[in-house]
């Protein structure tokens, strides 16, 4: 990694001041799923990177018809979080497809946005939902449009010394949405991805509608024509496909080293008939169900104000490593990543390295419970924070019953991806104590084998689940 300085200011004003201070020199960390392979690869070389980690930017709020989430919500929170199911279904949908669990660990919606990757799911939903987000600078505040705020390829309306603080989602009352996504493999970005939403009027008409993709252009992409074409109308089959198509012909998408152009435009029609389809049929059956205050799957209805998060922030008073229970002063450079100083300076060689950009999961650990990559943590950014290797898995000097269950089942295969889909496991687990075996393949989607396949190591997760062997 190319050298840097790290700060990591407790406060708003205090980031803001070296935002100003530093201006373009200095980049901001949030997550750092995008961030750190930038530089790992030396593509971006601030000589200040100001962790915001430490600021109490989180938490989320439901009141007066919005949602607002602070900008370090995390990916997983818009997942799990039933409360934000409730008023805004799409935003687990779209979660739920970026990248892998690692990345979901750690990874937020204000960088997400900041970042403004065209392929990325978040943007496009901000767009399709006319999300407002605002932008703090030390002179000030204001509130930009998300259809605005996206000006470019990784291009957004941000200034040098602007941080992303929040983001307002309007409540889309009685609006059931779906998405859509086609990527080449699991957790990679999309290819393309369409996200629909319908909200049907008493007679069963389109009263609104929404189309807003990502991958087809160098921003996310409103398909107002094809919005225009639905509304007031009956959601037939034949309009939701004439819709579709508009859509498709308003686009002008590129080549690029997967795909062709043509094949992107055939993707989007398809994609789109396919999500709008969804979404006007979760809109009928929650009309159905509406029974006057009842709501289905997929749709959204006025909240009551409700707090829902706000995440304690990490333990400040410890300033070392905390790995596996035991505290190790170190001192940490600004560029290293905690994959480097566990193995090449503290011998911690049960974390393995593989792609070294998030993709492989050799280098999971949990952070404070969660999986994460290792090659995509700042060491500095982890201090204060519990580290789970899967050495501290150890129980009495034996194995973990899970391990054991790997072992019996053959699941030990090159061995070198073992203790990430070990750590990835337990952590899954936790509160789920009876998966099915698609929950279990999803969770570990994300930890590649490259060797053998994956039948034994499900074999082994779903013995110790079900407690075989007394093992779970
Ligand atoms: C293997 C892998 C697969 C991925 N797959 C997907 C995918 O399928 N879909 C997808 O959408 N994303 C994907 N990502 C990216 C991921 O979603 C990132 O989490 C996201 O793009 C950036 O969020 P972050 O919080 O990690 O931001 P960071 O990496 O910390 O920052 C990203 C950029 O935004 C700036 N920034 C961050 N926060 C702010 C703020 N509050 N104000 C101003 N500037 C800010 C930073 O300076 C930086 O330039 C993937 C990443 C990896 C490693
Ligand atoms: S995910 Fe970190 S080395 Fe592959
Ligand atoms: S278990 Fe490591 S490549 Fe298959």
Same mark, same amino acid.
């Given at each position: 990694m190319y050298p840097f300085e790290y700060a990591a200011p407790e406060t708003l004003p205090e980031a803001l001041a070296l935002l100003r201070e530093h201006g373009a020199e200095a980049k901001v960390l949030a997550g750092g799923q995008s961030l750190v392979p930038l530089l790992n690869y030396r593509l971006a070389r601030p000589r200040l990177v100001v962790d915001i980690n430490d600021v109490p930017l989180v938490g989320v709020r439901v009141a007066s018809g919005s949602l607002r989430l602070r900008t370090l919500t995390r990916h997983h929170e818009l997942e799990d979080s039933a409360e934000i199911a409730r008023v805004c279904a799409l935003l687990p949908e779209v979660a739920r497809l970026i990248g892998n669990v690692r990345v979901r660990s750690l990874?937020?919606?204000g960088g997400s946005l900041a970042h403004a990757d065209p392929a990325a799911e978040l943007p496009m939903a901000m767009v399709a939902l006319d999300a407002r987000l605002t932008l703090a600078s030390a002179s000030g505040r204001r509130t930009v449009a998300a259809r605005d705020f996206f000006t470019g390829y990784l291009s957004t309306a941000l200034g040098a010394d602007e941080l992303l603080t929040e983001i307002e989602v309007p409540v889309t009352r009685g609006m059931a949405w779906a998405v859509e996504e086609f990527a080449r493999r699991a957790g990679d970005f999309a290819v393309l991805a369409v996200a629909a939403g319908v909200s049907l009027d008493r007679r069963g008409r389109v009263e609104d509608a929404r189309v807003a993709f990502a991958g087809v252009a160098d921003r996310p992409v409103r398909a107002v024509a094809a919005e225009n074409a639905l509304r007031g109308q009956e959601p037939s089959a034949e309009r939701v496909a004439r819709a579709a198509e508009i859509a498709r012909d308003g686009l002008d998408p590129q080549s690029d080293a997967f795909v062709s152009r043509a094949y992107r435009r055939l993707l989007a029609g398809v994609l789109t008939r396919r999500a709008l389809s969804r979404a006007v049929a979760r809109a009928i059956s929650s009309e159905r169900a509406a029974a006057p205050h009842a709501e289905a799957a997929g749709t959204s209805a006025a909240p009551p104000p409700t707090e829902l998060e706000a995440?304690?922030?990490?333990? !400040? !008073?410890?300033r070392g490593?905390?790995?596996n229970g035991r505290e190790r002063d170190f001192d940490v450079r600004p560029g290293q990543t905690l994959l480097e100083v566990l193995r090449d300076a503290l011998g911690i060689f049960d974390v393995k390295e593989g792609c070294g950009e998030g993709v492989c999961?050799?280098?999971?650990?949990?952070?404070?419970?969660?999986?994460v990559s290792s090659c995509l943590v700042l060491a500095a950014a982890a201090r204060g924070r519990a580290i789970l290797t899967v050495r501290g898995l150890e129980r009495e000097g034996g194995l973990h019953p899970l391990q054991e269950a790997f072992v019996r089942h053959g699941a030990v295969q090159c061995g070198f991806c073992t203790p990430g889909m070990l750590l990835t496991t337990l952590a899954f687990l936790e509160g789920r104590p009876r998966p099915s075996r698609d929950d279990l393949r999803a969770a570990l989607e994300g930890n590649l084998c490259r060797c053998t396949g994956y039948a034994k190591i499900l074999d082994a997760v779903e013995a110790y689940a079900r407690g075989d062997d007394g093992s779970g």
């Open positions: 990874g937020t919606v995440r304690s922030p990490r333990d !400040s !008073s410890r490593l905390v790995i999961g050799a280098c999971t650990v949990l952070l404070d419970g969660r999986p």
